[in-house]
């Protein structure tokens, strides 16, 4: 079975830098591009970037260009999504999933990011 | 404001048929690209409904069905059940933005 299981919920304030991972399993981890989304409180999806394990060849949506970074440690399958200055408006639901094609086949179950002073 | 235009609620009665619209523009689903859709609920991953517009993945029942016109695509789904009350995404790619994009979700509710 393939699965993305991603870390758990963090809690963080104004400043502070945060690292969360998503890990692969089921599938051949360096084989498939593994995207990031988010979504803020109330919100829709946002697509934030997407890496390819095998060689960490990574892409950024404009909108979240040097505000996150995105990286993958294919010797234990997971991805990373990671912020050097957190900000309250990075609140939301950060979502990691399997790129196949052009849709996402498999998903996390999502990791909520709280900053709050 | 989201790049694919989704209505932001629709509802129906147990049994009943919905239908839920994606509408894009000449750079996304007017230009070719392909409208995948996904389920979202409470407190577990989504899960990928349709893909390539009106494909399913196994798994999928077949009462949920997509299909393209234009530049806009449609989510149906028949046979309306409790466990179906969910947010509902499209997902395209945008070529003047160069991005992934998502319609703005679609809250179903079964009354």
């Known amino acids: 079975e393939v699965l993305l299981v991603q870390s758990g919920a963090e809690v963080k304030k104004p400043g502070e830098s945060l690292k969360i991972s998503c890990k692969g399993s089921?599938?051949?981890?360096?084989?498939?591009?593994i995207g990031w989304v988010r979504q803020m409180p109330g919100k829709g999806l946002e697509w934030m970037g997407i890496i390819f394990p095998g060689d960490s060849d990574t892409r950024y949506s404009p909108s979240f260009q040097g505000q996150v970074t995105i990286s993958a440690d294919k010797s234990i399958s997971t991805a990373y999504l990671q912020w050097s200055s957190l900000k309250a408006s990075d609140t939301a639901l950060y979502y990691c999933?399997?790129?196949?094609?052009?849709?996402?086949?498999?998903w996390g179950q999502g990791t909520l990011v709280t900053v709050s002073s | 404001q989201s790049v694919l235009t989704q209505p932001p609620s629709v509802s129906g009665a147990p049994g009943q048929r919905v239908t839920i619209s994606c509408t894009g523009s000449s750079s996304n689903i007017g230009a070719g690209y392909d409208v995948h859709w996904y389920q979202l609920l409470p407190r577990t991953a989504p899960k990928l409904l349709i893909y390539g517009n009106s494909n399913r993945p196994s798994g999928v029942p077949d009462r949920f069905s997509g299909s393209k016109s234009g530049t806009s695509v449609s989510l149906a789904i028949t046979g309306l059940q409790a466990e179906d009350e969910a947010d509902y995404y499209c997902q395209s790619y945008d070529s003047s933005l160069s991005v992934v994009v998502f319609g703005g979700g679609t809250k179903l509710t079964v009354l």
């Open positions: 089921g599938y051949s981890f360096t084989s498939y591009w």
């Open positions: 999933a399997r790129k196949l094609g052009y849709y996402y086949d498999t």
